[in-house]
């Protein structure tokens, strides 16, 4: 068989020159007899050659060989959820939780290894994210295949006796990197220059001369060469620095706008694990290509190499572990545990420009207001977070309710655009802080952005986190593209995460499919949406397909640009009709309006366009020109006739 996921786990923090893969195919044992598994996917999946769901035990067995390496440790990327690891019948320990790396030191030793795990059906006191759970999570409507077993590669990795134990390494500082970690050496030299390890522990300062920012833009990464006398580490870095400065976000001093798109990191083959090395690859360029700069990785810690290349890309990357479902103290306490290894594994990726930890009262059963057991959670996991880094931003609870969190993020789902439009300027405004949210079939409750009356209504940045609407691909392609323009028309907002980049099982709500294949959009261009440079119309649309009425006479139509650049614009707004369903060609003769200085970050004033009446139904497309000609922003109007629902099935009684 090909051998699955070969590569080495940990570009970022490279020992490739001593490692050999576990992946590959393993003897498998459950209630339901003997069989083989291909290791590292699911049992529930049918890369595993398994595909059992609801299996609550397996045991895993393969033969280890033995190395040469001055120290050899067996290391896990994740299993899911108990595991209980023996080696020539000799326990080794056991781990609980199934989304953070472990490992064991298994120096001269080889035989038969042995896993043994545990994946409970009932996951709601558990960490486990959106795993479906028996009995049912709260939010199973939105809950997927489980992930039991070993899910990430499994390998040996050889080090040596004077080990470098750990590296942080922090670039915020612009001009150079700030290295700590722990070693069994004297001495650490990194690029040569040796420095004191004291207590078991090192501290540098890396100076240098010409720095090089990591930015989407560019970026650049650096590679740090840390050895000991028979030890040898490469970390990747990057000279980034994220902050907020009041309502504002910023990237290395220039203000920042978060364009990103939500991605579960789900596979129809191979669920939660990636079926390959492209899949992870090209899961960003998909989010690149349709003009995202971030992805907002939903509950998931994804594996240090999709990391490794957003590095390499330039895709910011909000990051957030898998919660319990249901809150008591071990739940809490559970979710708490996985904090230090996340950040000791992660936190060197310049991409990761912010944190997540709970999701919509996920495990806080959605009552911070009303518990204060439930609250100090909440506050408690942002205080054990910020103990671990203080270089990024942190959310404690995306979506609503906040009590302490350095982003004041919001999830708001609607299917009106009108209702959609007057929330939007109402919570930009401050004269509203709570929405409408279902969290049932029928159950609608309003939350608010707050979840305390102390937290402060100004000062800190709003970020939508999550949005969307439509059953059908052209509608919610449709609602993508004005609720995506009402986020731009104001100011006051610092960003916004689009629901999502890929469907998911039942979930229907990606701008591409399961298998990542394109949808209908209606001639929609993502890229054009999500650009530096938009147009904002001055309409609510009626219908998908059908954003107005066919006019039968001239009418006016106000339309501002938003600009996320460095530099002002200045130009002017164009309009023409052209076929029902066609794309934007430029055309001479076109309906013009200049429009003003166009300052960064400041919606401008309106232009007014006198739009003549078509023929019948057509497309009404519009775009923004620089001085020079150059086409920097486009959208687009359709108007058709707007049918009432059709009610004829109904009889009076």
Known sequence: MTLPKPEYPRPDRDRSDRWLTLNGTWSFSSDEGDTEITVPFAWETPASGVQRTWL?????????????????????????????VTLDGELLGEHVGGSVPFEFDITGRSGELVVEVEAPADKRELVHGKQRSIPRDDYDGVSFTPTSGIWQSVWLEGRGREEIRSVVVRGDSLTGFDVAGEADAAEVRIDGVPFAVVDGRFAARIDLVEPRLWSPADPHLYELELTTSDDRVVVTAGLRRIETRGEELYLNGERLYLRGVL?????????????????????????????????????KL???????????????????????????????????????????????????????????EWGLDWDIPGSPERADAAVAAYDALRALDDTRPIVENSGWNHVRTDLVDWHYYDEDPASWARNLAELAAGSREDWPVKLGPDFVVDKSLYG???????????????????????????????????LRRHDRFAGYVYTELTDVEHEMAGVVDADRRPKDAGGLDYRAMHADTVLVVDLVPAHAGADIRVPEQPFD????????????????????WGAAGSRLRPVDGAVTAPVGVVRPFELSAAAT????????????????????????ASTFVDAAPVEQPNRRGARAE
């Open 609 to 632: 366009l006198r739009i003549p009446a078509p023929a019948g139904p057509a497309r009404l497309h519009l775009w923004f020109t620089e001085e020079d000609g150059t086409v920097r």
């Open 56 to 84: 609550e035990h397996g045991v895993y067995r393969r033969d280890v060989p033995a190395t040469e390496w001055p120290r050899t440790y067996l290391c896990f990327g994740g299993v899911h959820h108990r595991a209980r």
């Open 263 to 299: 991605d579960q990191g789900y596979w129809p083959e191979t669920g939660l694990t990636a079926p390959s090395e492209e899949a992870l690859v090209r899961d960003l360029e998909l989010a690149r290509d349709l003009g995202f700069t971030m992805v907002r990785k939903h509950i």
């Open 302 to 360: 994804e594996e240090p190499r999709w990391l490794h290349h957003a590095d390499r890309m330039g895709m910011l990357v909000w990051a957030e572990p898998p919660a319990p479902s249901r809150w008591t103290p071990a739940s809490a306490e559970a979710f708490l545990a996985q904090l230090p290894i996340m950040v000791e594994r992660d936190g060197n990726h310049p991409s990761i420009i912010a944190w997540g930890l709970y999701n919509e």
């Open 452 to 486: 305390s009356d102390d937290f402060p209504r100004t000062g800190v940045p709003i970020v939508n986190s999550e949005y969307g609407a439509g059953f059908t691909s052209l509608e919610r392609a449709w609602h993508s593209r004005w609720q995506t323009q009402e």
């Open 557 to 576: 139509l106000d339309v501002h640009v938003s600009h996320h650049g460095r530099a002002p614009l200045s130009g002017a707004v164009h309009a023409a």
